[in-house]
């Protein structure tokens, strides 16, 4: 379905030791990789991945770097079903992942563990959805009205949840007719007007799209930011930001990476 999220892109300082841990504890296998002069992606997913679910996508840069985690993002999340939480979370500890915030510190409805590079990854209770598949990635916004105005009226999304506290909300969005099991993106925003450092640790949200020149056209249109247009992309895929600087590319709903 054009529109809905196709991956999500982190830094990797080791491909191999995420690799590992990917594989390892959540189940994923490599659904795609492009190896470049410089950089490497490998795309990862459960086996049973559903035809509109959201493949992770490593980015390991060649040579010696580091990243800054930022908090602009926040987390990536997985599913387990509704009566696996404490069960899956003790496998995790078990295969020796480090105990980051477990199941009953998060009143039994969610837990967190994080990546070798510090990536966290929040565990949720779903009734859908293949185990370890991503529901939502959450990024922090500075201002929830024009946020929400811009996955809106950019992108054609509208609500699927929302919980709002006395300190902070949250907005989960997907385009109108999206499967259960395609990825959200969760809108974070807190009342006490805090900013946030971007890092360069996470890299951005994939939009799909049908016909890829035809969806940038009608970005362009809606006044998204025009930040890397097709042609400067060789026509493979393109880029926009939202309000607070997020990157969101927008990428063939039948790309196939570069041999």
Known sequence: MSGTLDHVMIRVEDLEESLDWYTTHLGYEEKGRWEADTFTNVYLGPEDLHEEGAVLELTYNHGDNTYELGDAWGHIAV???????????????????????????????????????????EIVKRDHGAKWSLDHTMIRVEDADEALGFWTRKFGYEHTGRWESDTFANYFMKPEGAAEEAM????????????????????????????????????????????????????????TKDPDGHEIEVIPADFESPE
């Open 79 to 121: 599913r387990v079903p509704e009566d696996e939480l404490e069960s899956s979370y003790q496998q995790l500890m078990d295969e020796g992942v480090e105990d980051y915030r477990d199941p009953e510190s998060c009143g039994g409805r969610y837990a967190f563990v994080k990546d070798p590079d510090g990536h966290e990854v």
């Open 184 to 239: 959200a993106v969760e809108l974070t925003y807190n009342y006490d007007g805090r900013s946030y450092e971007m890092g360069d640790a996470w890299g951005h949200l994939a939009v799909s799209a049908d016909d890829l020149h035809d969806y940038w056209e009608t970005l362009m249109e809606r006044e998204a930011a025009d930040y890397r247009d097709p042609e400067s992309c060789d026509d493979m895929f393109a880029f």
